[in-house]
């Protein structure tokens, strides 16, 4: 007899603590051997007879043949009520024990499980040296064992009659292996997702990498984007552009103007003493006269350089044949040159208020440029020059008014109508410095350009090619400067002494008086002397002016023929 198992490990004590304890399997009990009865119990049985049965689980439970069952079996029948009597009764009814070994093969059980204690029947004294069992409630009468044969097998009872329900503790093994789960288990302990769950899943993280990935490609597409359109896209960059155009313009256009005057306007280089310049000019004839500004060539007059570029290139040194202050013109002559292309010369008098012009030069040694613009105005009354301080040098020009840009070189360049002939020939500009300079100085165009009518830079220059000097139309008096009224005043006395009139003159003839003040000249206003000047030298000599005067505060018309300076 062994001691009882100190931490009432089931089946073979007291539930343990942790969990309650699995119903016990109640084997049948053999016609020779109670299994479960306690020592002494029994004629036969000694204290060993607990160790004849096999270990639960370890010997399978045999077919149960029919037959005749033993006249023992019934004094057995108190065994399984003793054996309860310790135990509680479970609450379904308990399965079939495996068959009791045969008187044959008696033997212990194997030595890995250890001998069940005794159980004592009820009203029997414990077996000597063993604790006192537990009391248990009385579950009152255990059924009685099936009945075996005289082989040693039990006989089948009601339960395994045909037609009988299954017993469900048949083969019951409280220590065999749990059965399998109805899912299989992952290392986490959770059950497989079924197939439609997996599907449904595999669906929303399809779905959610399509997002994610047009998420991504229009977040580099835009950047691709951004990027081609700020550094004008990957590799080389070939720009669309158009063919070849045949060179032709119209005739009235800009460049259609230009085309057909460029080869007839050329550039001066003057050097002379301690100065040089730069300036225009254009052709007049096939003989090589070229007209210009009298201050573009003005260094030379003393015996200087002047060369001659023309628009292909092709350079020649020039002389002076002639040249004027008064009227700002001259004319230099090349020699040896050949195909030259003269300007057509039009006629100043048809020239309008807003007809478009085209200007010609090479401002600040930039030759051959072409500006355009309009006239501005007319008989624009202005005086340049007098550098000097005698007067000697200063132009008095009825010009012509344009906002053609004009700058410095421009000087001595042709004014083009649209048709491609010389209205003008420029030769001062309004600077924001103030002042009319000729050759614009070096303030530069504001839009305020000023050229000498071809009318009378035609007839000045026939005149310098023909005499190598110009003529001035006169009055023969003499003006009062310091005048500050509105009108040209008739000086009283001349510094000299002599008279502000000239006796046998022009204005002596046509009955002008010292002190008479010229309000008009053939019908318009003049407010200055200088204005009258410029009014009479834009008249060639014999012309007839009208002439209104206050004499005494009355007005009077006079008419007179202008004179000649060489007279």
Known sequence: MHDPDPYSTPPYGEPGPWAPAPPVQHPAVSGRVGHLTGAGTEPGADQAGC?????????????????????????????????????????????????????????????????????????????????????????GPAPAPAP?????????????SAGSPPDPWQGYDPWAAAPAPTAPLQQTGAGVLTEAQQRKRARKRLLGAALALALLSGGVGGIAGTYLERNGGLGSVELPQSGVEAPERPADSVAGIAARALPGVVTLHVVGGDESGTGTGFVLDSRGHILTNNHVVEAAGGGGRITVVFYGGETAEAEIVGRDAGYDLAVVKVKGVTGLKPLPLGNSDSVQVGDPVVAIGAPFDLAGTVTSGIISAKERPITAGGESGDASDVSYVDALQTDAPINPGNSGGPLL???????????????????????????????????????????????????????????????????????????????????????????????????????????????????????????????????????????????????????
């Open 51 to 139: 160790s004849t049965a096999a270990p639960f689980g370890d010997v399978p439970v045999p077919a149960q043949a029919p037959g005749p069952a033993p006249a023992s079996a019934p004094a057995s029948a108190s065994h399984p009520a003793s054996a309860s009597a310790s135990h509680p009764a479970p609450a379904f009814p308990p399965a079939p024990a495996s068959p009791p070994a045969s008187d044959s093969a008696p033997g212990p059980s194997p030595a890995a499980d250890p001998p069940p204690a005794p159980v004592p029947s009820p009203g029997r004294a414990p077996a000597p040296g063993g604790p006192d069992p537990a009391p248990g409630p009385d579950p």
């Open 148 to 160: 075996t044969s005289a082989a040693g097998a039990p006989s089948p009872g009601p339960a395994g």
């Open 417 to 567: 109508d649209i048709r491609g002939r010389v209205i003008g020939i420029n030769s001062a500009i309004r600077s924001a410095g103030g002042g009319s300079e000729p050759g614009g100085g070096q303030a530069g165009s504001i839009g305020l350009g000023f050229a000498i009518p071809v009318n009378q830079g035609k007839r000045v220059a026939e005149e310098l090619i023909n005499t190598g000097r110009a003529t001035h139309p006169v009055i023969g008096i003499t003006l009062d400067m310091d005048y500050g009224g509105d009108g040209a005043r008739v000086g009283t006395k001349n510094g000299d002494g002599s008279a502000p009139v000239v006796v046998g003159g022009p204005g002596d003839r046509a009955g002008i008086e010292a002190g008479d003040v010229i309000v008009e000249v053939d019908g318009q206003p003049v407010h200055s002397g200088e204005e009258l000047i410029i009014k009479t030298r834009a008249h060639r000599p014999g012309d007839r002016l009208e002439l209104t005067v206050e004499r005494d505060g009355a007005r009077r018309t006079l008419s007179l023929v202008l004179g000649s300076s060489s007279d």
